[in-house]
Nanobody, 121 residues
Framework: QVQLVESGGGLVESGGSLRLSCAASGTFWTIYAMGWYRQVPGKQRELVAGITKSGNIESTDSMKGRFTISMDNAKNMVYLQMNSLTTEDTAVYFC???????????????WGRGTQVTVSS
Protein backbone atom coordinates (compact mmCIF):
# COMPACT_ATOMS: atom_id res chain seq x y z
CA GLN A 1 0.00 0.00 0.00
CA VAL A 2 1.05 3.55 -0.74
CA GLN A 3 -0.07 6.67 1.04
CA LEU A 4 0.05 10.14 -0.47
CA VAL A 5 -0.22 13.26 1.62
CA GLU A 6 -0.70 16.60 -0.07
CA SER A 7 0.00 19.95 1.53
CA GLY A 8 0.33 23.58 0.58
CA GLY A 9 -3.19 24.39 -0.52
CA GLY A 10 -5.09 27.36 0.77
CA LEU A 11 -6.57 30.73 -0.06
CA VAL A 12 -4.63 33.15 -2.24
CA GLU A 13 -5.47 36.31 -4.13
CA SER A 14 -5.54 36.43 -7.88
CA GLY A 15 -2.03 36.86 -9.21
CA GLY A 16 -0.52 35.14 -6.22
CA SER A 17 1.46 31.93 -5.86
CA LEU A 18 1.23 28.65 -4.01
CA ARG A 19 3.49 25.64 -3.79
CA LEU A 20 1.90 22.25 -3.36
CA SER A 21 3.80 19.30 -1.97
CA CYS A 22 3.00 15.61 -2.00
CA ALA A 23 4.83 12.92 -0.08
CA ALA A 24 4.57 9.24 -0.93
CA SER A 25 5.13 6.61 1.71
CA GLY A 26 4.49 2.93 2.18
CA THR A 27 5.75 -0.25 0.65
CA PHE A 28 6.79 -0.24 -2.98
CA TRP A 29 9.74 -1.11 -5.14
CA THR A 30 9.95 2.07 -7.21
CA ILE A 31 8.01 5.15 -8.20
CA TYR A 32 7.63 5.46 -11.94
CA ALA A 33 5.89 8.80 -12.02
CA MET A 34 4.03 11.36 -9.97
CA GLY A 35 1.63 14.08 -10.95
CA TRP A 36 -1.03 16.58 -10.08
CA TYR A 37 -4.64 16.66 -11.15
CA ARG A 38 -7.41 19.05 -10.23
CA GLN A 39 -11.15 18.89 -10.05
CA VAL A 40 -13.98 21.37 -9.61
CA PRO A 41 -17.51 20.33 -8.67
CA GLY A 42 -19.45 19.02 -11.62
CA LYS A 43 -16.42 18.57 -13.84
CA GLN A 44 -14.03 15.75 -14.59
CA ARG A 45 -10.70 15.55 -12.91
CA GLU A 46 -8.07 16.97 -15.23
CA LEU A 47 -4.32 16.66 -15.50
CA VAL A 48 -2.31 19.62 -14.32
CA ALA A 49 1.17 18.20 -14.78
CA GLY A 50 3.00 14.92 -14.48
CA ILE A 51 6.64 13.97 -14.17
CA THR A 52 8.42 10.65 -14.54
CA LYS A 53 11.25 9.31 -12.46
CA SER A 54 13.65 10.23 -15.25
CA GLY A 55 12.36 13.78 -15.40
CA ASN A 56 10.05 13.75 -18.40
CA ILE A 57 7.25 16.25 -17.91
CA GLU A 58 3.74 16.40 -19.28
CA SER A 59 1.56 19.45 -18.72
CA THR A 60 -1.41 21.17 -20.26
CA ASP A 61 -0.95 24.18 -22.51
CA SER A 62 -3.03 26.47 -20.30
CA MET A 63 -0.71 25.88 -17.38
CA LYS A 64 2.64 26.03 -19.12
CA GLY A 65 4.59 29.07 -18.07
CA ARG A 66 2.61 29.41 -14.84
CA PHE A 67 2.91 26.01 -13.17
CA THR A 68 6.11 24.08 -12.63
CA ILE A 69 6.29 20.48 -11.49
CA SER A 70 9.34 18.94 -9.89
CA MET A 71 10.17 15.68 -8.19
CA ASP A 72 12.60 14.68 -5.47
CA ASN A 73 13.30 11.02 -6.11
CA ALA A 74 15.26 10.59 -2.90
CA LYS A 75 12.38 11.87 -0.79
CA ASN A 76 9.56 10.40 -2.90
CA MET A 77 8.03 13.83 -3.17
CA VAL A 78 6.51 15.88 -5.95
CA TYR A 79 5.96 19.61 -5.95
CA LEU A 80 3.81 21.98 -7.94
CA GLN A 81 4.80 25.63 -8.01
CA MET A 82 1.84 27.68 -9.14
CA ASN A 83 2.31 31.30 -10.13
CA SER A 84 0.00 33.97 -11.54
CA LEU A 85 -3.01 32.18 -10.16
CA THR A 86 -6.46 33.12 -11.38
CA THR A 87 -9.92 32.35 -10.06
CA GLU A 88 -10.17 29.64 -12.71
CA ASP A 89 -7.44 27.73 -10.90
CA THR A 90 -9.72 27.24 -7.91
CA ALA A 91 -10.12 23.50 -7.44
CA VAL A 92 -9.20 20.54 -5.32
CA TYR A 93 -5.74 19.43 -6.33
CA PHE A 94 -4.93 15.74 -6.15
CA CYS A 95 -1.58 14.04 -6.14
CA UNK A 96 -1.18 10.78 -8.02
CA UNK A 97 1.68 8.32 -8.15
CA UNK A 98 2.36 5.27 -10.27
CA UNK A 99 4.45 2.69 -8.47
CA UNK A 100 5.83 -0.75 -9.02
CA UNK A 101 5.62 -3.28 -6.23
CA UNK A 102 8.32 -5.51 -7.71
CA UNK A 103 10.33 -5.88 -10.91
CA UNK A 104 8.14 -7.14 -13.73
CA UNK A 105 4.85 -6.48 -11.92
CA UNK A 106 2.19 -4.22 -13.37
CA UNK A 107 2.36 -0.66 -12.10
CA UNK A 108 -0.38 0.58 -9.78
CA UNK A 109 -1.77 4.09 -9.40
CA UNK A 110 -2.52 5.68 -6.06
CA TRP A 111 -4.27 8.96 -5.27
CA GLY A 112 -4.05 11.40 -2.43
CA ARG A 113 -7.11 12.87 -0.77
CA GLY A 114 -6.63 16.27 -2.29
CA THR A 115 -5.90 19.78 -1.10
CA GLN A 116 -8.16 22.75 -1.72
CA VAL A 117 -6.81 25.72 -3.63
CA THR A 118 -9.01 28.79 -3.66
CA VAL A 119 -8.08 31.89 -5.62
CA SER A 120 -10.01 35.03 -4.77
CA SER A 121 -10.56 37.91 -7.16
Amino acid sequence: QVQLVESGGGLVESGGSLRLSCAASGTFWTIYAMGWYRQVPGKQRELVAGITKSGNIESTDSMKGRFTISMDNAKNMVYLQMNSLTTEDTAVYFCKTRVGDAPGKIAVDYWGRGTQVTVSS
